[in-house]
Nanobody, 124 residues
Framework: VQLQASGGGLVQPGGALRLTCAAS????????ITWFRQAPAKERECVST????????YYADSVKGRFFIARDSAKNMAYLQMSSLEPEDTATYYC??????????????????WGQGTLVTVSS
């Protein structure tokens, strides 16, 4: 089982990036995929979740209206489309696999596997 996050980079404020989480060794459709981020000296933050089954999506208040999570079952990939990026979005972004109950989706400790992280830097 492997998750590989990619797509990070340097972008100016107001810009956009698309992060990709490539899954192997399991069927992504059967699991909840969540994007977390962690900035230096800050706690890990749950950014967005795409739940298995019901297909519900969740977004942190800080990214609502700017970020969009999606899946491509045929490619076994998940995406985080980020727009109107702000310097406060600078962090390493991770995708994680799990089957959390709704009340636990923000708890990173219960996820089974994590990607290696991709760095997003928003700066002029």
């Amino acid at each position: 089982v492997q998750l590989q996050a990619s797509g990070g980079g340097l972008v100016q404020p107001g810009g956009a990036l698309r992060l990709t989480c490539a899954a192997s060794g399991f069927t992504l459709h059967d699991y909840t995929i969540t994007w977390f981020r962690q900035a230096p000296a800050k706690e890990r933050e749950c950014v967005s979740t795409s739940r298995h089954g019901a297909g519900m999506s969740y977004y942190a208040d800080s990214v609502k209206g700017r970020f969009f999570i999606a899946r491509d079952s045929a490619k076994n990939m998940a995406y985080l489309q980020m727009s109107s990026l702000e310097p406060e979005d600078t962090a390493t972004y991770y995708c994680a696999r799990g089957r959390p109950v709704l009340s636990e989706i923000r708890n990173g400790d219960i996820y089974y596997d994590w990607g290696q992280g991709t760095l997003v830097t928003v700066s002029s």
